[in-house]
């Protein structure tokens, strides 16, 4: 690595690329993970209800996420000694309680979470590569078997440890490269409304707010149930947005590239390499892999009132209407209800096939004009490797969090038993990710998530003001670095409070609670950190 290194410091710019994305890893890490399940559901549904004028958000959430793992890069690879790494950092400069919080709530994420890249996988399989008729367990246990494997070998170090670097950039790879193809096709089949992708590209805010213009004639034409409609799109705009933050930049990948960096034993002459790394292996790979799935899913079901839709989605959105005018619609019989069904007005059904949730099986469908017989290859080639990278991810991020809790970061037995805790919620993700199991579990699990990453990015903006904590490494002119990374904390809190908002006043008991407890317990640790790093700057 050091010859690499060094030739790469003695190149001219591009000289200094090559050697330096044979160099590159943390970052790849990140994208497997940030490529995963909720960027899938995300840009998908980013593209059913908001076109192609979303298309700001996800590299926009990205760039916030970019900026404050850049700073978390340098805390790391400001220290040399490991009891300096930055969750012992965080407990003596910050707050324990913090620093303790923000590894919960990363174990918490990846068991929760993992489960559902199992559930994902086996979807994959299923629907799209010809596996309808294998049992879900063979699949969860087969896929559990494969990525505990690639963590084991992993957990070695050495050559090992290098071959699953390569596996996680060449799945990387064939996620962005299956979703970029499908996109691709798409412009050259005349398929994509250029001016509408260009106007996309630009920041709307006004948009996280309101309907797009596609559906004012069809709110119109529903009448006195207009209003149902446009709170009804409101609504499931801003879950999506949410969403689309959550999964850019989740709170366990912010503890885990202390970890990947430490792996390679980067120092401080590699700040250069670990800053280009992250904009080489996650910030490059997500945008194109995202934007290619909202441009595709734009072209093929927004405002569309004619668009492939499964019939249990479909369903879904005609019953939340139903359920506005029928108080006591909980309480009908099936027959009423799909009477109900087909007497509803034609602007409602059309609105509720226009806003139904599609999945990568409704995707590859409508996409058979283009590609034939090989969509469903492709996607199911994308979303397999989509899967398994993130699992591996998840596996090893909860790997270095439980060995971390007992004060031996990466000691294998610890790691493997660490890495094993997901993959086996994984492999019983067919029981546990779906119905009110699934709700139980990603319910919390989120409001923790979404609490925290706040929280997490104020550690490291807190840390990277330390004296005490950084010494000499302190950064001398920090006044763009503080601009920047207040901006992306406070998209990170503003996001984090409308998301519970909205879970506050759900109709769902359980929503409402969860987010009552996150609404007052963000400003409370909020405090807790502040007032922490300040008695700890003052202390002799």
Not at 491 to 519: C, E, P
Request: proline fraction near 4%; aromatic fraction near 10%; include cysteine.
């Amino acid at each position: 690595m050091e010859d690499t290194f060094e030739k790469a410091q003695s190149s001219g710019f591009f000289g200094k690329l090559f050697h330096y994305t044979k160099l590159s890893g943390p970052g790849w890490v990140q994208a497997a993970v940030t490529l995963g399940g909720g960027t899938l559901v995300g840009a998908l549904y980013l593209g059913v209800v908001g076109g192609y004028e979303f298309l700001w958000l996800q590299p926009l959430a990205m760039l916030c996420g970019i900026i404050m793992l850049s700073a978390i890069s340098y805390v790391t690879l400001s220290k040399d000694k490991i009891e300096d790494r930055p969750f012992e950092l965080a407990k003596r400069h910050v707050s324990p309680s913090l620093a303790w919080g923000w590894l919960i709530a990363t174990i918490i994420a990846d068991v929760v979470f993992c489960a559902a890249q199992f559930a994902l996988g086996t979807d994959a399989i299923q629907g799209n590569l010809g596996g309808g008729d294998l049992p879900p367990f063979l699949i969860t246990g087969l896929l559990f078997a494969v990525a505990f494997y690639l963590i084991w070998l992993f957990s070695g170090g050495g050559k090992a440890s290098k071959i699953i670097d390569n596996v996680i950039k060449s799945l990387v790879a064939v996620i962005v490269l299956a979703f970029m193809g499908v996109a691709v096709t798409l412009m050259v089949n005349d398929a994509v409304n250029w001016s509408a992708l260009a106007g996309g590209l630009i920041p709307d805010f006004s948009a996280l707010f309101k309907p797009t213009d596609a559906y004012t004639s069809s709110i119109t034409a529903a009448g006195d149930y207009g209003g149902f409609w446009e709170n009804y799109i409101a609504d499931n705009q801003r879950n999506i947005i949410i969403g689309a933050f959550g999964t850019a930049v989740g709170i366990n990948m912010t503890f885990l590239l202390p970890y990947s960096i430490m792996k390679k034993k980067w120092g401080k002459k590699h700040r250069e390499l670990a800053r280009f790394d992250l904009f080489l292996g996650l910030l490059i790979p997500f945008i194109l892999g995202a934007s290619a799935l909202i441009i595709s899913t734009a072209s093929q079901f927004h405002a569309k009132k004619d668009g492939h839709v499964s019939e249990g989605a479909y369903h879904q959105v005609l019953d939340a209407r139903l359920k506005a005018e029928h108080a006591d619609f909980a309480t009908f019989s099936v027959a009423q209800i799909e009477q109900l069904r087909q007497a509803a007005p034609t602007a409602d059904k059309e609105l509720s096939t226009m806003l139904a949730k599609r999945n990568a099986n409704d995707l590859a469908h409508a996409l058979k004009p283009f590609l034939g017989n090989w969509s469903q290859l492709i996607f199911g080639i994308g979303i397999l490797a989509m899967a398994i990278s993130t699992m591996i991810v998840h596996m090893m991020m909860n790997g270095y969090a439980v060995s971390e809790a007992f004060g031996q970061p990466g000691q294998r037995k610890l790691f493997l038993m660490g890495a094993a805790i997901p993959a086996i919620a994984g492999f019983f993700s067919p029981l546990i990710w779906n119905g009110a199991a699934k709700t139980a579990l990603a319910v919390p699990a989120s409001v923790i998530a979404t609490t925290l990453l706040p929280i997490a990015y104020l550690i490291f903006l807190l840390l990277m003001n330390s004296k005490k904590a950084l010494g000499e490494e302190l950064p001398k002119n920090r006044l763009l670095i503080n601009i920047l990374m207040l901006a992306a904390t406070g998209i990170a809190t503003f996001a984090s409070i409308w998301a519970l908002v909205g879970k506050y006043q759900s109709a769902n008991v359980y929503d409402h609670r969860f987010g009552l407890v996150g609404l007052i317990g963000l400003p409370i640790l909020v405090l807790i950190g502040i007032i922490g790093f300040m008695r700890k700057e003052r202390a002799e």
